[in-house]
Nanobody, 124 residues
């Protein structure tokens, strides 16, 4: 499966952005799809995940209540709606997909497929 991330940009603190992760080649509904982010000089960190079968969602604590991950199977796309953005949310955001990830590993950056990343910059 090929992943294409888009939707990043420059936004003021408190604003919103919606990232998209569009898939081609295979249907996304058989994959766990997650968003990670990497700020300059920092390690890549888990942001949110959407499981393939249960459709359960998971978030890192710092984005709970502000970010929402969702799927549109008809468009073969996964979204990350980001509200109440903070300067510390600034990073390159990556989407990732994996078919056989166990729950305990969803926050580890060891997915089989990755998109190219989209820059999010939040100004104070």
């Amino acid at each position: 499966v090929q992943l294409q991330a888009s939707g990043g940009g420059l936004v003021q603190a408190g604003g919103s952005l919606r990232l998209s992760c569009a898939a081609s080649g295979r249907t996304l509904n058989i994959y766990t799809v997650s968003w990670f982010r990497q700020a300059t000089g920092k390690e890549r960190e888990f942001v949110a995940a959407s499981r393939s079968r249960s459709l359960n969602t998971y978030y890192t604590d710092s984005v709970k209540g502000r970010f929402t991950i969702s799927r549109d199977n008809a468009k073969n796309t996964v979204y990350l709606q980001m509200n109440s953005l903070k300067p510390e949310d600034s990073a390159v955001y990556y989407c990732a997909a994996d078919r056989s990830l166990i729950l305990s590993s969803i926050a580890s950056p060891h997915y089989d497929y990755w998109g190219q990343g989209t820059q999010v910059t939040v100004s104070s």
